[in-house]
């Protein structure tokens, strides 16, 4: 089976927590299975990284913040080598992401996937650097507010995957925040339109661009926590949301 798991910054906020998503994705890439790791900046990294780019005109400030997935990449490749899984980092550009060229939220045109099935196909786990791509005039171009998901969603896409899991720091998608209200209810499945209406009216589970994406292509997600083994909720075609 081909997977895509993507791991949020909250997900990966310190070493603790990188080596036990990289330990759960060893045991399955163990099991046989083909894994594909997208990654956002540690904890706050991107926010420190913006504070420095505050004058920085846009082609040089999508340059210097994409800087933090690379870290990301490089030290959960390191980690899965930990854990007895052979692993290489992508740069989005590496991994074949081509966007538009609009800096600080550009939109992904196509994947380009030769490379990472290049490295899939030598037994490898790819993990790839969200939240970015190379846009049409060949500059680093990053994909704006929850682009690591949507990089997922891309890469589940365009590599046909079989499952695209987002692991964040609450279990599943809720009628509001779980953190704020003990009384908030958690869905076991719902439809993209659903999920998009959630998303633009607030929620910050999954970004509306990631959710439109995974409608025009047909993408199901599984949002799951990333510190608790329990169901989580299902994103995809329900009802009558299915494109036609």
């Known amino acids: 089976m081909r997977i895509v798991h993507k791991y949020g910054g909250t997900s990966l906020g310190d070493d603790a927590r990188m080596e036990r998503a990289a ?18 900046a540690q904890g706050d990294t991107t926010d420190a990284l913006l504070a420095d780019t505050a004058q920085a005109n846009p082609r040089e400030k999508d340059a210097y ?26 740069a ?38 969200g939240f970015q791509g190379i846009g ?5 171009t990053t994909l704006g507010r929850g682009g690591s998901d949507t990089t997922a969603v891309a890469l589940a896409a365009f590599l046909q995957a079989d499952k695209c899991r987002i692991f964040t720091d609450v279990d599943g998608v809720y009628d509001k925040d779980p953190r704020k209200f003990p009384d908030a209810v958690k869905y076991t499945a719902l439809s993209w339109d659903a999920m998009l209406h959630l998303a633009q009216s607030g929620a910050q589970v999954l970004h509306d661009r990631c959710v439109a994406l995974a409608k025009e292509q047909g993408v199901t997600i599984e949002v799951l ?6 169901p989580g909720t299902l994103v995809g075609c329900m009802e009558d949301s299915c494109p036609l």
């Open 23 to 40: 330990r759960h994705v060893a045991f399955l890439a163990k099991e046989g299975h083909q894994m594909i790791v997208v990654v956002s």
């Open 65 to 90: 913040i994409a800087v933090g997935e690379l870290l990301s990449a490089g030290k959960m490749a390191m980690a899965l080598e930990k854990a007895g899984c052979r692993a290489v980092s992508l």
């Open 92 to 129: 989005g550009w590496q991994a074949g992401i081509r966007t538009d060229s609009t800096y600080g939220n550009a939109k992904i045109h196509f994947v380009r996937g030769g490379r990472i099935e290049k490295e899939l196909s030598s037994g490898n786990v790819v993990v790839v650097a």
């Open 136 to 140: 049409e005039n060949g500059d680093v």
């Open 225 to 230: 926590s990333a510190f608790r083994d329990v």
